[in-house]
């Protein structure tokens, strides 16, 4: 009964290498205040990559058990992840025509003023807000128009309820982005932010990347999700597609 109230597995997938990431390598290498994308950040697609990583892991993922492939597909609305989550499903990841259910919630963080701006835009064209950012610091700032990551994890903490009321003993995949996975990893476990702002200093979320969490019936009171793996990038070694990370450089870039 304990388990009525928890998905049997909870997979938090970062979408594939998308356009948008490669426009902001080009950037940094350029030392460029802009990144250089004529679309909004909603319709950024995959990279010839991004759609690679993604055959890849539903490649990985459909050759195991059929009791091992997700029930429920989750997405944030965003062209990149749910294309990540259609490739995914369309080479075995999970049933044929499995349904992907939009969930505006699992959207990625907003920049408000700070969208599309590199490290060096911030300081040359938006001042003020690289100082408030350093005041404050990336868990609590809010630049105009945008979000913190507090304000991504209170939408974020309503996504958990949603899942816990209707996929309760499922398993669910979540398709998202960078900074989802990295608040859901808060909310689950119950970090604070100098435990959630540690783990991304030690590493980016990979594209591609799984993130893990089974249920545990002996977790905590009356059982709970538990971290399984963390940002693991093997279904993409395995077929030799390329890893790529999104370095913590660009403030204001879209991931």
């Known amino acids: 009964m304990q388990s009525l109230h928890w998905p049997s597995q909870l997979i938090i ?38 759609r690679d990583q993604a055959r890849a892991l539903g490649h990985w993922i459909g050759s195991g058990a ?4 997700p029930e429920i597909l989750l997405s ?8 990540t989550a259609q490739l995914f499903r369309d080479v075995g990841g999970a049933r044929c025509g499995e349904k992907i259910c939009f969930d505006e919630r699992l959207r990625e963080k907003e ?14 064209l938006e001042p003020a807000q690289a100082d408030f950012r350093r005041m404050l610091g ?4 809010r630049s105009p128009g945008g979000e913190s990551w507090c304000d991504v994890i209170l939408r974020l903490r309503s996504v958990m309820d949603t899942i816990s009321l ?4 499922r398993r669910v995949m979540i398709f998202t982005h960078q900074v989802v996975v990295l608040c859901m990893r808060y909310i689950i476990e119950g970090l604070d932010e100098a435990g ?21 019936p002996a977790h905590g009171d009356s059982g709970g999700l538990v971290l399984h793996r963390y940002n693991v990038t093997a279904p993409l070694e395995e077929e030799a ?13 879209r991931g």
């Open 13 to 50: 997938v970062r979408h594939g290498q998308s356009a948008g990431n490669v426009a902001r390598d080009a950037a940094m290498e350029a030392q460029a205040d802009r990144i250089a994308l004529s679309v909004r950040d909603a319709d950024v697609p995959l990279s010839k990559l991004g």
């Open 111 to 124: 920049f408000g003023i700070l969208d599309g701006l590199t490290t060096r835009g911030i300081h040359s």
């Open 76 to 83: 944030s609305p965003y062209l990149r992840a749910f294309q």
């Open 138 to 141: 990336k868990f609590y700032h």
């Open 196 to 216: 959630i702002l540690e783990i991304d200093r030690a590493g980016d979320v990979a594209n591609c990347a799984i993130t893990d969490f089974r249920y545990d």
């Open 241 to 253: 597609t390329p890893v790529t990370r999104e370095p913590d450089a660009i403030a204001g870039a």
């Open 166 to 169: 209707h996929y309760a003993g």
């Open 66 to 69: 059929e009791d091992e492939r």
